[in-house]
């Protein structure tokens, strides 16, 4: 009898553990339209972000990054290294958000009424990116922008993103005061 009660407090524990793991998710499955109204709001804002050239200007509908970062002769992780610029120690809290956004919809973009690029059926049907170039040139939008989907801390006031258009960079956004402020660009190139 000892044993099964002690059975069951273990089991009880583990689920407990496992009910409060999923209130993290609960958090940060937030839901696809807090992603999509943060994205609208840094695209959107051509004074101090700048993100987006040209109002006009396309948003890739594909993006699909999983880089490894070198810190001295240590290499680490994608998740790992996003969770050192968030300053988060919950590495999985990380890689669930890199999971969840996966099936994230950048054509719903459209609605908030940006020009969304089908970059991911074109990349499907085999069409290389020079000639996606060429095809975003004949509609006088030459080029086009990439953005990940933003992955956050707990506390959804700190945000990281990286962006290619001409170049790349990852950018940390933290809400300051109600509204989402640039507060590092780091691993910039240009091409």
């Known amino acids: 009898m000892k044993k099964i009660i002690l059975i069951l407090i273990i089991l009880l524990s583990i689920s407990c553990k496992q009910t409060e793991k999923n209130k993290d998710f609960e958090k940060i499955e937030l839901n696809e339209k807090f992603k999509l109204d943060f994205l609208s709001q840094i695209l959107s804002d051509s004074t101090d972000y700048k993100l987006l050239k040209k109002p006009n200007r396309f948003i890739s509908n594909y993006f699909d990054l999983s880089p490894q970062f070198e810190n001295d002769s240590l290499k680490i992780s994608h998740s790992e290294y996003i969770s050192q610029v968030l300053e988060i120690n919950d590495i ?22 940006f020009n969304i690029l089908d970059a991911k059926g074109l990349i499907e049907k085999g069409i290389t990116y020079t000639k996606i170039l060429e095809y975003t040139e004949k509609k006088e939008n030459y080029g086009f922008l990439i953005i990940s989907v933003p992955i956050f801390n707990k506390d959804l006031n700190r945000a990281y993103i990286r962006l290619y258009d001409f170049g790349g960079e990852t950018i940390i956004f933290e809400k300051i005061n109600g509204k989402w402020e640039i507060t590092n660009r780091i691993d910039q190139y240009a091409n």
Request: aromatic residues 18%; proline residues 0%.
């Open 92 to 113: 999985d809290f990380i890689k669930g958000q890199i999971e969840q956004n996966e099936s994230f919809d950048y054509d719903k973009l459209g609605d908030y009424g």
